[in-house]
T-cell receptor, first 114, second 111 residues
Framework: DAGVIQSPRHEVTEMGQEVTLRCKPI?????LFWYRQTMMRGLELLIYFNNNVPIDDSGMPEDRFSAKMPNASFSTLKIQPSEPRDSAVYFC????????????FGSGTQLSVL | KQEVTQIPAALSVPEGENLVLNCSFT??????LQWFRQDPGKGLTSLLL?????REQTSGRLNASLDKSSGRSTLYIAASQPGDSATYLCAVNQAGTALIFGKGTTLSVSS
């Protein structure tokens, strides 16, 4: 298996623009997680899905953030409109049976909002 | 509220040295604790997962221990190599919450 695949690897955009980050989890994994990593706050969970259904989105910072998982092999995280404080590395991770199991992370998307 | 702390934030050692990375957490009611490795520009790789009922886990040159009552875990790396240079993060898992991560210890092993 190729592991968790994220795209794009880098995204530079201007404040106010819409940003869409993409993730393909490992086949057969029922759980998908979106994390954000910054120097100040470290790694924070934004939202996670179980069998394509959002379970906990309490980490989503504002209504500007939204996430979808239309099928078992694809998820998106959208920021609209983007702001400079959204600049961070966004990771997608998947696991077989939730956070009590080993998580497998993608390589992340480095987002810079100017 | 659970807090996870890793000290030191950075560590430099010469090749061949045995070393210990520390992780402490404030609430001992955890399901498990995981140690991850993160290379620059890369995602996290799970190294070891210790269940709350376990005292330690081993994988190759790595040994992780857990003392739940004192809120501490250590990651022991034997005979360190330059390829071990990375950031090591620990994360605790509790009922009804997301994995809570420490901010990591950045290890540099010089040849």
């Amino acid at each position: 298996d190729a592991g968790v695949i994220q795209s794009p690897r880098h995204e530079v955009t201007e404040m106010g623009q819409e940003v869409t980050l993409r993730c393909k989890p490992i086949s057969g994994h029922d759980y998908l997680f979106w994390y954000r990593q910054t120097m100040m706050r470290g790694l924070e969970l934004l939202i996670y899905f179980n069998n394509n259904v959002p379970i906990d989105d309490s980490g989503m910072p504002e209504d500007r953030f939204s996430a979808k998982m239309p099928n078992a092999s694809f998820s998106t995280l959208k920021i609209q409109p983007s702001e400079p404080r959204d600049s961070a590395v966004y990771f997608c991770a998947s696991s077989l049976r939730g956070q009590t199991e080993k998580l497998f992370f993608g390589s992340g998307t480095q987002l810079s909002v100017l | 509220k659970q807090e996870v702390t890793q000290i030191p934030a950075a560590l430099s050692v010469p090749e061949g040295e045995n070393l210990v990375l520390n992780c402490s957490f404030t609430d001992s009611a955890i399901y498990n604790l995981q140690w991850f490795r993160q290379d620059p520009g890369k995602g996290l790789t799970s190294l070891l997962l210790i269940q709350s009922s376990q005292r330690e886990q081993t994988s190759g040159r790595l040994n992780a221990s857990l003392d739940k009552s004192s809120g501490r875990s250590t990651l022991y790396i034997a005979a360190s190599q330059p390829g071990d240079s990375a950031t090591y993060l620990c994360a605790v898992n509790q009922a009804g919450t997301a994995l809570i991560f420490g901010k990591g210890t950045t290890l540099s092993v010089s040849s």
